[in-house]
């Protein structure tokens, strides 16, 4: 097992580093180069890495480390004030995604639950792309990003029920005692996460800020600890790591954390998108490209149109709007997840399945091209949007 790890680390990253000196000669996004390595050298691909679950697991922390990273730049009070005014818009964006999602597979011959699974995967929006893609100047961390941050957090808590429901059709029946444990959780997680910050972590760092190596493993052991803490209350790891930043960004030390820890996010980073590519079946592509590309399509298109609409709304200005509107315009990695989850309980076909995962693809690929080609992004093609 060690050896067989070791092989795959050096050909993921040995290729991705070759992938990805393509795409800067040929100023293509770095995403789209990790994504093609894990269809070429996948289990469905030249079979060179096949242990792809296991590096799936592992590619798990670079969502983590993202989240907690973000959590580091977020000013409590101010997100607050953002997450009220946010509700409003992903009810309302979740239910017309779902709706849409619903009508596309209904109409492609897929069955009531399986079109409600696909419907609900069209709900969320990528934490990854959408903060991977936001420019790290103060200027879009302070507003645009707390925006953005609020919508996906309310999107999560979506995801987390939705979730809830599909365990329990699973068991038969809809379990109200889990979704109630989940809704008290959240601030009791809320209120441990400032107490223990307060009383707990912020002495240790100022009697031991001298120890670097200490500092890092502080804060590293915090984020974990804060994912399984959240975990254990049936939230998700996500929301857990994003606590676990916000309780510390009104540290002083909170910026010098944020940077040492971005290396170790972009590590894991690199392994969730080849993970992403390599678990795609190529051999069921005919059967869903179709369907897939009118619902990708769909997703590009309405996406940023009813994001835009919902968000100026909130009495944000038009270019603000249309800004979140692209950067949130593709499904979500917790589409993946609830595809997987749905297959493994056998809600849904591998037909559907694999549509979820072709729409997360193609609407990952495309919306990074249409965010890194016009809006500020840290990854940007030409300097004039390089932003970080």
């Not at 680390?9 to 990790?34: E, N």
């Not at 029946?173 to 989940?182: D, I, N, P, V």
């Not at 510390?248 to 954390?257: G, K």
């Amino acid at each position: 097992m060690e050896a067989s790890l070791t092989s795959s680390f050096f050909l993921i990253f040995s290729g991705a580093a070759v992938l990805a000196s393509i795409a800067l000669f040929t100023r293509q996004p770095l995403l789209i180069a990790y994504i093609a390595l894990g269809a070429i050298i996948g289990p469905h691909g030249s079979v060179w890495v096949t242990d792809v679950k296991l590096l799936a697991e592992i590619a798990e922390f670079g969502i983590i480390f993202l989240l907690f990273l973000l959590g580091l730049d977020m000013q409590p009070k101010a997100l607050l004030a953002t997450l009220k005014k946010a509700t409003v818009v992903a009810l309302l964006s979740s239910l017309a995604f779902a709706l849409i999602g619903y009508a596309v597979a209904a109409s492609f011959g897929f069955n009531t639950t399986e079109s409600l699974v696909i419907g609900a995967a069209m709900m969320f929006s990528s934490t990854i792309i959408g903060i991977k893609l936001l420019p790290t100047t103060a200027l879009h961390h302070r507003h645009t990003g707390e925006l953005m941050v609020g919508l996906l957090l309310l999107q999560d808590l979506i995801a987390i029920f939705v979730l809830m429901i599909l365990l329990s059709m699973s068991l038969g029946e809809f379990s109200g005692t889990s979704l109630l444990k989940a809704l008290v959780a959240l601030p009791a997680l809320i209120a441990f996460a400032f107490l223990a910050v307060r009383f707990v972590l912020l002495p240790l760092i100022s009697r031991f800020d001298r120890f670097h190596e200490y500092i890092f493993l502080l804060a590293i052991g915090w984020c974990l600890g804060m994912t399984e803490a959240a975990h254990a209350l049936g939230l998700s790891a996500e929301i857990g790591a994003f606590l676990g930043g916000i309780s510390l960004a009104t540290s002083p030390i909170s910026q010098y954390i944020a940077i040492n820890l971005k290396p170790l996010r972009d590590f894991f980073l690199i392994l969730f998108f080849f993970s992403l590519g390599a678990r795609f079946d190529l051999g069921l592509l005919s059967e869903i490209i179709v369907p897939a590309s009118i619902l990708a399509g769909l997703v590009l298109v309405l996406k940023p149109v009813i994001f835009r609409y919902l968000i100026h709304g909130m009495s944000e200005t038009k270019k603000l709007a249309w800004d979140l509107g692209f950067r949130m315009g593709q499904i979500s990695e917790f589409s993946l997840l609830i595809a997987y989850v749905a297959t493994e309980m056998a809600l849904i076909g591998r037909e559907a399945s694999h549509l979820i995962q072709a729409t997360a693809i193609i609407s990952f690929v495309v919306s990074s091209y249409i965010v890194v080609l016009n809006y500020p992004t840290p990854i940007g093609i030409s300097d004039k949007l390089r932003r970080d």
